[in-house]
């Protein structure tokens, strides 16, 4: 009948959509049971490889430390991805509207990003000191371009009928931008924080890495040192989830932009 074979439709949407979400555990599920497998069955030693056992046991075991360590690491990249965003905005604005911005500051930019982060680390321990600022500092220099570049992607990406129509209705610039070119512009402005917030996690932990006393790639180190293996590889799932999670939120906000897919 019309009814069952409707109910039996739903069911089998419902069974798909849970079958989708299962796929993802499942695979790392795979993953993890291989790499148990294969470091028990070749012997290798717990300091070069350790099992996923003893990694989440570390992870169990050093929770408080890698939640302490993690908020200063967030902090980090929170402050510094702020401000990538608001000079990022600033910049892609000041480049489509003012040609000659678009012959300085663009190259110039694009000159920044050619230039390899770490090794501008050490300068910025010595100019910014081992606290918050230099982190700070790193995560910006990491975050800024992807965010330059997709916003003034969608800047430029503004159907040209639609800007003929805004000047026949005799809009001013500033309501042209703000009921036209912004709104075409947001999507890529969100693509782009997706690119740029792995990359600022990134830059928190290298800018750790090269001077400071506190956070997750301060105890990266430690652990290497200290040949505690497990705890490098549970310190990195820290890592991740931070990434994930920072990722998450923006894919959340970008729900809301319901015109991106018009």
């Not at 989440?56 to 890698?66: E, G, H, I, N, T």
């Not at 990406?157 to 042209?176: K, V, Y």
């Not at 998450?248 to 970008?254: A, D, N, R, T, Y």
Request: hydrophobic letters at 55%.
């Amino acid at each position: 009948t019309p009814i069952c074979c409707k109910r039996s439709q739903q069911l089998s949407s419902r069974y798909r959509v849970g079958w989708h979400l299962l796929q993802a555990p499942l695979f790392f599920l795979l993953l993890g049971a291989i790499w148990e497998f294969s470091v028990h069955a070749l012997d290798i030693r717990s300091y070069l490889l350790p099992p996923p056992s003893a990694v989440f046991q570390a992870l169990w075991q050093s929770r408080a430390l890698l939640w302490t360590e993690g908020l200063v690491t967030l902090e980090e990249v929170l402050w510094g991805f702020a401000w990538a965003v608001l000079v990022g905005i600033a910049i892609s604005g000041l480049i489509y509207s003012a040609p000659i911005a678009r012959r300085t500051i663009y190259p110039l930019v694009i000159a920044l990003q050619g230039i390899p982060k770490v090794a501008l680390a050490p300068l910025i321990i010595v100019w910014a000191g081992y606290g918050l600022l230099s982190k700070v500092i790193m995560v910006f220099l990491f975050a800024l371009f992807p965010i330059v570049i997709s916003t003034l992607g969608g800047l430029n990406s503004t159907p040209d009928h639609l800007t003929e129509h805004f000047r026949a209705l005799r809009a001013s610039p500033w309501f042209t931008f703000r009921h036209l070119r912004l709104p075409v512009a947001l999507p890529y402005f969100l693509d782009g924080c997706k690119v740029a917030l792995p990359l600022a996690v990134i830059g928190a932990v290298v800018g750790e890495f090269v001077g400071s006393s506190k956070g997750l790639g301060n105890l990266i180190l430690f652990a290497t040192s200290a040949g505690k293996t497990d705890l490098t590889f549970a310190t990195l799932i820290a890592v991740t989830a931070i990434s994930l999670i920072l990722f998450s939120l923006i894919e959340v906000l970008e729900r809301l932009v319901w015109w991106r897919s018009k």
